[in-house]
């Protein structure tokens, strides 16, 4: 039996490990962008794929009641849309939210390409 099946399966599964790993990171780093996470509370922002970016947002209210929030920006050719919680519901973002988009993901980049630097000189 030959064992080169394993090895591109075992290959294949840590190369999917690192890349979740990284996008973890990222959504970390993103989450934190717009000020501290106030305690109890989980924020992500990130960048899925080239046309996909995802702001996610959990804690409890204060009736302890779990509470998330997850909104999915797509860009498209004519534009921005986002949905909300996994709903097919879409609508174009107004003027004002694509600004703050755009600049929430322009600051995404710097931060995200200065912790790789820093990863990379730490190395």
């Known amino acids: 039996m030959s064992i080169l099946p394993k090895i591109i399966r075992d290959e294949a599964t840590r190369q999917q490990e690192i890349k979740s790993e990284l996008l973890r990171r990222e959504a970390e780093i993103g989450g934190k962008l717009f000020g501290p996470?106030?305690?109890?509370?989980?924020?992500?922002?990130?960048?899925l794929d080239k046309h996909t970016w995802i702001?996610?947002?959990?804690w409890n209210d204060a009736q302890g009641i779990h509470r998330a929030v997850t909104t999915?920006?797509?860009?498209?050719?004519?534009?921005?849309?986002?949905s909300q919680d996994g709903?097919?519901?879409f609508r174009r973002l107004s003027q004002e939210e694509a600004t703050n988009l755009r600049n929430a993901m322009v600051m995404y980049g710097q931060h995200v390409d200065a912790y790789?630097?820093?990863?990379?000189?730490?190395a």
Not at 37 to 47: D, I, S, T, Y
Not at 116 to 122: G, I, K, S
């Open 37 to 47: 996470v106030p305690k109890g509370h989980h924020r992500q922002f990130f960048c």
């Open 55 to 58: 702001w996610h947002e959990e």
């Open 72 to 82: 999915r920006y797509d860009i498209r050719p004519s534009g921005v849309i986002k």
């Open 87 to 89: 709903q097919n519901t």
């Open 116 to 122: 790789y630097v820093q990863q990379l000189q730490a």
